[in-house]
T-cell receptor
């Protein structure tokens, strides 16, 4: 069964605003990863957060993980038009393969 | 240099035909994957190979047969294509065996079955 569920399904913001996407999952995990997919392209790995970590930063990206709530959030600060893409969370559990959510479609309007 | 490449990028074919998609990675990774992304953007693992050995085979019809001639290549052959096979197929690779690490994706192959 599907592990990660992103929320919202779609998000539209103005350039310069912050964008927050959430991911909920069902079972215990080894790590949680966020990927970006531009239209017509493959997925690009953004950030990986391990189950014993609570927060991680990479440039304008901030990821949090709350294992007690089985949820994660991805914050993109000072968004740009180039951030327009779909964002997926993916969970790693035990020896099972990565399981991807359905993604959040982010539109950043210039 | 392209890390994970796939050919062809687009594939349009008729029901009943047999087709192949090729994938190559130049990252030196030991593990390669095939994913299917449907029209709703849901991405699902199909196969995983580690060092030419099949390690994951999700519930995929046996019309789909992966072949790994060496650890840098993982090709996907599909027999007797059906309308429901229309999707975007992504190849990916990673250093870790169990798929727990970062994965690198190819650009995708959009398969349309008419």
């Amino acid at each position: 069964s599907q592990q990660g569920e992103e929320d919202p399904q779609a998000l539209s913001i103005q350039e310069g605003e912050n964008a927050t996407m959430n991911c909920s999952y069902k079972t215990s995990i080894n790590n949680l990863q966020w990927y970006r997919q531009n239209s017509g392209r493959g997925l690009v790995h953004l950030i990986l957060i391990r189950s014993n970590e609570r927060e991680k930063h990479s440039g304008r990206l901030r990821v949090t993980l709350d294992t007690s709530k089985k949820s994660s959030s991805l914050l993109i600060t000072a968004s740009r038009a180039a951030d327009t893409a779909s964002y997926f969370c993916a969970t790693s559990s035990g020896n099972t393969p990565l399981v991807f959510g359905k993604g959040t479609r982010l539109s950043v309007i210039a | 240099d392209t890390a994970v490449s796939q050919t062809p990028k687009y594939l349009v074919t008729q029901m009943g035909n047999d087709k192949s998609i090729k994938c190559e990675q130049n990252l030196g990774h030991d593990t390669m994957y095939w994913y299917k992304q449907d029209s709703k953007k849901f991405l699902k693992i199909m196969f995983s190979y580690n060092n030419k050995e099949l390690i994951i085979n999700e519930t995929v019809p046996n019309r789909f047969s992966p072949k790994s001639p060496d650890k840098a290549h993982l090709n996907l052959h599909i027999n007797s294509l059906e309308l429901g096979d229309s999707a975007v197929y992504f190849c990916a690779s990673s250093q870790s065996v169990q798929g727990s690490g970062e994965q690198y994706f190819g650009p995708g192959t959009r398969l349309t079955v008419t």
